[in-house]
């Protein structure tokens, strides 16, 4: 199984709502991302969890809330977004260190 | 941090004809990697190249690494309508986290 499993696909949340995107691999790989995709652009680096612990925050807004329960789910809280935080939220996996990397489809998140 | 820079930012061709995408990068690097990304989807590990090597194939594919000038070109040979995504290459040391450059957006005309 080399699949990682985003959910939900689309998501519509207004500013004042609590949402949780949620993600989910079964390659027994220790490191999980999360990046923010704005159309156009690339991919940008949210989070890494390496081992089931934090290991990289890359400056993003508290209303942004990672969490990694186990070694194969990863999850993101979100509270109070703001319009400009809709965008494509990718999560990936990978062996640890920089190597071939996972991606699931993504949540097309809207925030209205 | 590390960032793959790609140029062109936009390519369009005809199919059966050849493209080639240029990374530039910043910093020494263990390897490279390239993905690409059907539009609005996820992204898809294509292949990755070691510091240590020069050239590697896959497929149609074929990179090339040149770590003095710090630089990588992704070529697919034969292109097909299939084709068309966006292409990024990624940088990063072991240890440290992988960042995307801008990309390149591929277009292959039928």
């Known amino acids: 199984d080399t699949e990682v499993t985003q959910t939900p696909k689309h998501l519509v949340m207004g500013m004042t709502n609590k949402k949780s995107l949620k993600c989910e691999q079964h390659m027994g790989h220790r490191a999980m991302y999360w990046y923010k995709q704005k159309a156009k652009k690339p991919p940008e680096l949210m989070f890494v969890y390496s081992y089931e612990k934090l290991s990289i925050n890359e400056s993003v807004p508290s209303r942004f809330s990672p969490e990694c329960p186990n070694s194969s789910l990863l999850n993101l809280h979100l509270h109070a977004l703001q319009p400009e935080d809709s965008a494509l939220y990718l999560c990936?996996?990978?062996?640890?260190?920089?190597?071939?990397?996972?991606f699931g489809q993504g949540t097309r998140l809207t925030v209205v | 941090s590390q960032q793959g820079e790609e140029d062109p930012q936009a390519l369009s061709i005809q199919e059966g004809e050849n493209a080639t995408m240029n990374c530039s990068y910043k910093?020494?690097?263990?390897?490279l990697q390239w993905y690409r990304q059907n539009s609005g989807r996820g992204l898809v590990h294509l292949i990755l190249?070691?510091?240590?090597?020069r050239e590697k194939h896959s497929g149609r594919l074929r990179v090339t690494l040149d770590t003095s000038k710090k630089s990588s070109s992704l070529l697919i040979t034969a292109s097909r309508a299939a084709d068309t995504a966006s292409y990024f290459c990624?940088?990063?040391?072991?240890?440290?986290?992988?960042?995307f450059g801008p990309g390149t957006r591929l277009s292959v005309l039928p």
């Open positions: 990936a996996s990978s062996q640890v260190g920089f190597l071939e990397a996972f």
């Open positions: 990624a940088t990063g040391n072991y240890g440290q986290n992988f960042v």
């Open positions: 910093t020494s690097i263990n390897n």
């Open positions: 190249i070691r510091s240590n090597e």
